[in-house]
């Protein structure tokens, strides 16, 4: 079974074109919501959680961002055949760029709050749609969802740790040369840590403008592997 993992602010639909490659191609596929977790200020945990209740040993489990954190703590913590990271989270150790922190500043007090949000489109077109259109992008950013105050400032202040010598299975990360939120240098301190596979394609943090090619990485790495 491959299992999907969203990101913040984003749902399971947007896995929609992925799955359907890999369902024409034999694989059975499951897209989980973490907000299930139904908690107006959940935690990372709260998260883990949902994704620990779905994943079964033998899966592979796929996640984008946010997700992809998820992935690292559920391969720490559970016998699964493989985990895959988009555009990843990073763990405690590993940093999120200045540019990208500094400018997130600006919905401190939000989280200060407690209450779910969502950032402005002004912050999602530079870090998150940087690669899209501006039409196009506006079209995504009325889709995505307010999220958890709480799993912004555990990922924002780098609170996830991750014993990478318990993880025992393989695994890929995918970078994206123009990603302003996950750049290609931190996530390739991401896939060191693990001593993982990496890819890096052409595109930003909304990977899912070349989810082909994306698609076929992981198509492949799967295969090389299994």
Request: charged share 30%; aromatic share 12%.
């Amino acid at each position: 079974m491959l299992v999907f993992i969203h990101g913040m602010w984003a749902s399971p639909e947007i896995w929609e074109p992925i799955v359907k490659y890999f369902d024409c191609r034999g694989f059975k596929c499951k897209c989980l919501d973490l907000q299930i977790a139904n908690k107006i200020n959940a935690s990372f945990y709260d998260y883990l959680k949902v994704v620990e209740e779905n994943v079964k040993k033998g899966d592979i489990v796929i996640g984008h961002s946010l997700g992809g954190l998820l992935m690292q703590k559920v391969a720490e913590e559970k016998e699964i055949k493989a985990g895959i990271a988009i555009c990843s989270a990073p763990p405690k150790g590993i940093k999120f760029g200045k540019r990208a922190m500094i400018a997130s500043l600006r919905y401190f007090p939000k989280i200060i709050s407690k209450k779910p949000f969502k950032p402005d489109f002004s912050f999602a077109r530079k870090y998150i749609f940087n690669c899209i259109d501006e039409e196009k992008a506006r079209e995504i950013y009325e889709k995505t969802r307010s999220d958890s105050s709480q799993v912004a400032y555990e990922i924002a202040m780098n609170k996830i740790a991750v014993d990478e010598n318990k993880i025992k299975c393989p695994m890929l990360f995918i970078a994206m040369k123009n990603d302003r939120l996950s750049p290609p240098d931190m996530v390739t301190k991401i896939a060191n840590k693990y001593g993982g596979k990496l890819l890096v394609y052409e595109g930003c943090h909304w990977f899912l403008e070349k989810w082909e090619e994306v698609a076929d990485g992981i198509k492949n790495f799967i295969i090389e592997n299994f």
